[in-house]
């Protein structure tokens, strides 16, 4: 056989061989995401850590700790607020008052030293009451800080005792029957902040709020739930110690 015809006669059949050799599949996985890594979104209604200017106030309990953002639209609470708690004021307070599905209160200077099963909510009468300061953009939606007080008809905040809003899901008809209870008119968002989120609409135009949790809902939930006696008050204390904390916020751009 010629040297030429031999060389194309092998070239034939490595090329033969290569064809019928499958090439090798690429292998695929899957890889399995945490889901403590996956990205959420904040609930409508719950301001974001830091996403927006205002001073923050740390309330650690025995729960867990919860971070409130004051507004500054009700500058009167907010200012007495921050003092009380520069003060220490509130240091070794209990939440005096809670009720599940509704909100959990405190800062009766009286809960300090309180014996167990003692009634407690009238403490701060002797202290000066803070004005009302009703906004129309400011209402009772799950996570707001707002104002305790008594039946005195100017509507006036207690100076010191407060309550953060657990609240519920409610429905249109609910809102409409506090609408017609409390004359305010529900925009379309704050509909689906109260549907959707919760919170407690009889209570708006009646008491201030003046601050919302940016984190530790879950905190208020733990608190709400546990056990009480007639007076509502836990029967294992539940303190609080406050601190004013920098929270820098994100640079708009």
């Known amino acids: 056989m010629k040297p030429v015809l031999a060389i194309f006669i092998a070239m034939l059949m490595c090329a033969n061989i ?97 014996v167990a099963g003692a009634m407690l909510g009238n403490g701060g009468d002797d202290m000066e009451r803070i004005p009302a300061e009703f906004r129309s953009t400011l209402f009772h939606k799950r996570g707001v800080l707002a104002a305790a007080r008594d039946g005195n008809p100017q509507k006036a905040s207690s100076a010191c005792q407060f309550y953060l809003v657990q609240g519920r899901k409610m429905t249109d008809q609910e809102l409409d029957k506090a609408e017609a209870a409390t004359g305010r008119k529900y925009s379309i968002t704050e509909r689906m902040i109260y549907k959707n989120i919760g919170g407690t609409p009889w209570l708006d135009g009646g008491y201030t709020v003046f601050g919302e949790v940016e984190f530790g809902l879950d ?8 056990p009480k006696d007639g007076n509502d008050r836990p029967i294992g204390d539940v303190h609080m110690k406050m601190e004013v904390v920098e929270v820098k916020t994100k640079a708009r751009r």
């Open 18 to 114: 290569m064809a019928q050799v499958k090439p090798a599949q690429k292998r695929t996985t899957t890889k399995k995401v945490n889901p403590a890594y996956q990205k959420t979104s904040k609930p409508i209604g719950i301001s974001p850590i830091g996403t927006k200017p205002g001073i923050r106030v740390k309330i650690t309990t025995d729960s867990g700790v919860i971070l409130v953002r004051l507004y500054d639209s009700t500058p009167l609470h907010r200012d007495n607020f921050v003092t009380l708690v520069k003060k220490r004021f509130y240091d070794s307070l209990l939440f005096h008052r809670v009720i599940q599905g509704f909100m959990i209160q405190g800062g009766d200077p009286q809960s300090k030293n309180a």
């Open 219 to 226: 905190v208020i939930d733990k608190i709400a739930g546990v």
